[in-house]
């Protein structure tokens, strides 16, 4: 019973690790769907353990697999009082296969946690090049796409947004706007209200437009 303990623990302790892995990326899907967009950021403090939790789930899984698949040896057949007894679901391969994959998915959420976020196409008619002003700011927080997507869906819902460009790597956000429509401290609110936070505007520009 004891090794069947450990595998069932290893399991458990290997999803919550693949959790924490991408919980930064995680956490911001969680607030487009809940709507409380404030809690987008909560966890960007977990980014830099990210290499540790995966390094750490991948050894949990290893360890996990090599116990279910190891020989017993002539000393652990002799010792299986128990062994004739059927293995229950949560004891059996198939279970800690699906474990696997349920933390694979979590591990890799990063990458694939921006098709969550609705696409928007803009079809906004400018009257005059005038009223394009373009903004360029420092951005806190984000640390992958799903952060960047999360950005841009709040800045796009504001009116007169022509383009966003959200870029976790550099920190910073780019925005096109009809400043006949908008301005520029209704869109650091509207960043703030994401859970990300404008530290300092680095350019109002007036050329075209600069993306990632």
Request: a neutral charge.
């Amino acid at each position: 019973m004891k090794t069947k303990f450990k595998s069932e623990k290893l399991a458990g302790t290997s999803i919550l690790s693949a959790t924490a892995s991408s919980l930064c990326c995680i956490t911001p899907v969680l607030a487009l769907i809940s709507g409380a967009g404030g809690i987008a950021s909560s966890f960007s403090w977990l980014e830099p353990a990210r290499p540790y939790l995966l390094g750490f789930t991948v050894l949990i899984l290893g360890f996990a697999w090599y116990q279910k698949l190891k020989p017993r040896t002539a000393e652990d057949i002799q010792c299986a009082c128990e062994e004739d007894e059927k293995l229950s679901f949560l004891q059996s391969k198939l279970f800690l296969g699906i474990i696997t994959a349920l933390s694979i998915m979590m591990m890799a959420f990063p990458y694939y946690g921006q098709i969550f976020y609705p696409k928007t196409d803009k079809q906004l008619i400018v009257v005059s090049s005038d009223n394009t002003k373009e903004v360029k700011f420092n951005v806190s927080g984000m640390t992958c796409t799903t952060c960047e997507e999360h950005v841009e869906n709040e800045v796009n819902k504001l009116p007169g947004i022509i383009n966003v460009s959200a870029n976790s790597i550099d920190a910073n956000a780019f925005i096109k706007f009809d400043n006949t429509k908008t301005n520029k401290e209704a869109i650091i609110k509207s960043i703030d209200a994401s859970g990300y936070k404008v530290s300092s505007e680095i350019a109002t520009l007036s050329n075209s437009f600069q993306g990632k």
